[in-house]
């Protein structure tokens, strides 16, 4: 199972960037899809989550501002980010829980992470 994200760079603020994510391999089901970021010196933050069954959960200090979707068809997450901040500035990662074929318990898996800077 590999995820692969796409989409980051380098935007002044109030700027929009979307991210975008690929789930791909030997995947049973997903139950949920997320992004997270982590920024120097700063633990892995959640910033937003969409579950197999369409709900999502955001950060307070994204909410309004970034919207996460999902295509089931295709295993792919997006989170549309507008109206960035200097302090978004972070390396996002996608993440999944989701149950590989031949296995009995779902687990979590990462994307190698790609770099937002937001300038002021």
């Known amino acids: 199972v590999h995820l692969v994200e796409s989409g980051g760079g380098l935007v002044h603020a109030g700027g929009s960037l979307r991210l975008s994510c690929a789930a791909s391999?030997?995947?049973?089901?997903?139950?949920?899809m997320a992004w997270y970021r982590q920024a120097p010196g700063k633990q892995r933050e959640l910033v937003a989550r969409?579950?197999?069954?369409?709900?999502?959960d955001y950060a307070d200090s994204v909410k309004g501002r970034f919207t996460i979707s999902r295509d089931v068809t295709k295993n792919t997450v997006d989170l549309q980010m507008t109206s960035l901040k200097p302090e978004d500035t972070a390396v996002y990662y996608c993440?999944?829980?989701?149950?590989?074929?031949?296995?009995?318990?779902?687990?979590?898996?990462w994307g190698q992470g790609t770099q937002v800077t937001v300038s002021s």
């Open positions: 391999g030997s995947i049973y089901s997903i139950v949920a």
């Open positions: 969409v579950r197999s069954g369409g709900s999502t």
């Open positions: 993440n999944s829980d989701l149950l590989p074929r031949r296995s009995w318990a779902p687990a979590a898996y």
